[in-house]
Nanobody, 119 residues
Framework: QVQLVESGGGLVQGGGSLRLFCAASGSIFSIKTMGWYRQAPGKQRELVATITSTGNTNYADSVKGRFTISSENTKKSVYLEMNDLKPEDTAVYYC?????????????WGQGTQVTVSS
C-alpha cells in the first residue's frame, strides 16, 4: 500500500506565494511520475504540473511561468512552488504518483490540501 501525504496549503493574498510538499511512502520499487492536480468547487480535477523520474516537466498553460515543480525522486517527494497566486488558483490540490511496487504501474493520490487565494 502506498500513501501520499501533502502539506503546505493555506490562505494567501493575491500575488503571494505558497509551497506545497508531498512525500510518498509504502511499497514502492520506483516512481515514474509525480505531480499535482487541483479541483475547484463545481469543476473537474485538472492537471497543474507533473515531473518524471528523468526530470521532464509538464505544466498547465494557466500556471506556466508562475509555478515550478521539482522532485527528490530518491526520497520519493515532490514540491510545487507557487508564485504570483491568483484567486482562480483557489482549489484543493492533490498529489499524484505513478509508481510500481514490482512490475506493473499504479496510480496513487493524496487526500488533498486546500489552497485559498483572496483578492
Amino acid at each position: 500500500q502506498v500513501q501520499l501525504v501533502e502539506s503546505g496549503g493555506g490562505l494567501v493574498q493575491g500575488g503571494g506565494s505558497l509551497r506545497l510538499f508531498c512525500a510518498a511512502s509504502g511499497s514502492i520499487f520506483s516512481i515514474k511520475t509525480m505531480g499535482w492536480y487541483r479541483q475547484a468547487p463545481g469543476k473537474q480535477r485538472e492537471l497543474v504540473a507533473t515531473i518524471t523520474s528523468t526530470g521532464n516537466t509538464n505544466y498547465a498553460d494557466s500556471v506556466k511561468g508562475r509555478f515550478t515543480i521539482s522532485s527528490e525522486n530518491t526520497k520519493k517527494s515532490v514540491y510545487l512552488e507557487m508564485n504570483d497566486l491568483k484567486p482562480e488558483d483557489t482549489a484543493v490540490y492533490y498529489c499524484y504518483a505513478q509508481y510500481r511496487p514490482y512490475i506493473s504501474f499504479y496510480d496513487a493520490w493524496g487526500q488533498g490540501t486546500q489552497v485559498t487565494v483572496s483578492s
